[in-house]
């Protein structure tokens, strides 16, 4: 039983969304939102909550600029000339071997007249010492002819380096690999050299085609070396007690570089070719200002907030270490057959991390003992 009445049709079913509103509020929301949109917003400030912290400026890796300024320029030759003090020292040289020769004649006549076999001893004994003398001027007169053809060809090479003609290029890369065959570590240089020799005919191309072949490995070394003496002589610096002993270790320390560089490059210099390329980096540096270590180096270097990390001695160990560096940076452009062209000459900024890293591990060292 229902209420229905009986005479009426049923309702048919019909669907309708519950979230439907009337027309009119649909029309007045709209009319809001559109009005609101077209009102401009008023400014308002926006409150900071964030702080900003800089980080603390390192001068070793933000001052490029300063660190090359520190670097040596291209070192050259001393020019060879007669001068007074040569002549001096030539003729008291030559005195005393006189003097030294009459000596000797006078003590083996002596000899032969009291005791004829220590006379003979004597002149065995002299007869040996010429020897061995005679050896030892070979010896320097070959080191230094290798100095000389080692300039030769660097200036050579030099002045043609953007005009060369292809055999011009290929006889002074044979030259540099002559010079460098008893190096073990150019033979694959030297190797690729031969496979590609026809490849390349353009000499200016096959001249820095032969640098990088030859030389990278070089450099490579050279670098090492530069970088552990320089190690070497900061930490050294910052744990001696005594000022003599530092400069006493920075000069043999200067030698022993030198003399490695230019064995590692073909030099092979004696004792007097050593003298004399010694005299030539360290003039060098003279003369153009880069080996003194004042305190506007300081102030450059080690400045900026770092010196109140470094006592005093690790600062000294610092600015040593990078007089070092730029000794075998000098010492490389003196002893390098082949100048820099195709390759990045070294700066001081390629040692900076290896000489500050060494002094701060000493001080921490030190401190922990």
């Not at 949109?37 to 980080?55: F, G, H, L, N, Y």
């Amino acid at each position: 039983m229902t209420d229905r009445d009986p005479g009426s049709q049923p309702r048919k079913p019909k669907s309708f969304n519950v979230e439907d509103t009337p027309s009119d509020a649909r029309t007045e929301r709209t009319g809001r939102q559109t009005g609101a949109a077209d009102r401009p917003r008023k400014p308002a400030a926006i409150p900071v909550t964030a702080s900003i912290t800089m980080e603390q400026e390192d001068p070793f890796t933000s001052a490029p600029a300063e660190l090359e300024a520190l670097t040596p320029p291209p070192a050259t030759p001393r020019p060879r000339r007669l001068t007074a003090g040569k002549v001096l020292m030539t003729s008291l040289g030559l005195l005393l071997a006189l003097a030294i020769g009459i000596w000797t004649d006078s003590l083996i006549r002596s000899l032969f007249e009291r005791i004829p076999w220590l006379g003979w001893v004597a002149s065995a004994a002299a007869a040996v010492a010429a020897l061995a003398l005679l050896v030892l001027v070979v010896k320097e007169i070959l080191g230094i002819r290798r100095l000389a053809k080692v300039a030769h060809l660097r200036l050579g090479i030099a002045a043609v380096a953007k005009s060369a003609t292809s055999r011009e290029a290929r006889a002074l890369t044979a030259e540099v690999a002559g010079l460098l065959t008893a190096n073990p570590l150019t033979a694959r240089g030297r190797k690729n050299l031969k496979a590609l020799d026809d490849e390349i005919i353009d000499g200016p191309h096959y001249l820095a085609f032969a640098e990088r072949e030859l030389m990278s490995p070089l450099d490579r070394q050279a670098r090492r070396l530069t970088a552990n003496a320089a190690k070497r002589v900061s930490i050294v610096t910052a744990i001696s007690p005594r000022a003599f002993v530092d400069l006493a270790y920075v000069g043999f320390e200067a030698v022993r570089l030198i003399r490695a560089l230019a064995e590692l490059y073909g030099g092979r210099p004696g004792t007097i070719g050593m003298i004399r390329l010694f005299r030539d980096v360290i003039a060098h540096l003279a003369v153009t200002g880069a080996i003194a270590a004042g305190d506007s180096l300081i102030q450059q270097v080690v400045g900026h907030g770092v010196a109140a990390k470094l006592s005093a001695r690790l600062g000294e160990g610092v600015i040593n270490g990078l007089m070092t560096a730029r000794i075998g940076i000098s010492a490389m452009d003196l002893c390098r057959p082949m100048p820099f062209s195709a390759l990045k000459r070294p700066g001081i900024g390629d040692f900076m991390s290896d000489i500050t890293s060494s002094v701060g591990n000493s001080g921490k060292s030190g401190e922990t003992n």
